[in-house]
């Protein structure tokens, strides 16, 4: 019905880990398939099925560990009890800037304005193809009048176009997105397609 925003995910590693670049973690996955571990928040969460893109687009196999939350998730990385995780800005800055985390490649075909320094994870060594994000929506009830959709969509761009919004949102690396009806339901089911295909091929019990 309206968008909001999208956030990119970046491949973060414990500080002492010894990969310097997506090619350092694709060779070590390929050395010892099954045994180069991997946290999210959960199965079936973008953390999770973004590693699951890796995996099928590399061959390599690795261990998902799943954690109850977020905020257990990157202090095991960053102690190294697990060996990397996808994360987006926001979520795992904490950890960053305490000294514990450092991000190897941003997965997206650009570079993170907020972390410029950071390759994209293409630039670092992996295959074209990675790229995790996840977008935020405004969705309604089925059946709510297109004049009622048109409104909110164009009230929610007028929004976006705050300046002080933009600000707030650079701050948490978040991407202001206005897309249309029409394209939110085109990204939302090319999402789903992909997540479905990724699912079955791991054959990823989400109960």
Known sequence: MASIFRTTFLVAVGTDSKWKTMTDLIAAARAEPG???YGSWGVGSPGHLGAELL?????????????????QLYPAVGSGDVA??????????????????????VAATKRLPQMPEVPT????????????????????PKGLPAPVRAKINADMGRVLADPEIRARFDTFAFEPISWSPEEIARAAEAKSRLYEGLVKKANISLE
Do not use: C
Request: net charge positive; charged share 20%; proline share 5%.
């Open 84 to 105: 990397w995780s996808l994360g987006t800005l926001p979520s795992s800055s904490g950890a960053y800037k305490a000294g514990k985390l450092r991000y190897i490649a």
């Open 55 to 71: 995996e099928d687009l590399t061959g390599i196999r690795m261990q998902h560990v799943p954690f109850r939350e977020v905020s």
């Open 121 to 140: 994870a293409q630039e670092a060594g992996a295959p074209a193809g990675f790229d995790v994000n996840a977008f935020v929506v405004l969705v309604a």
């Open 35 to 37: 045994r180069v571990n």
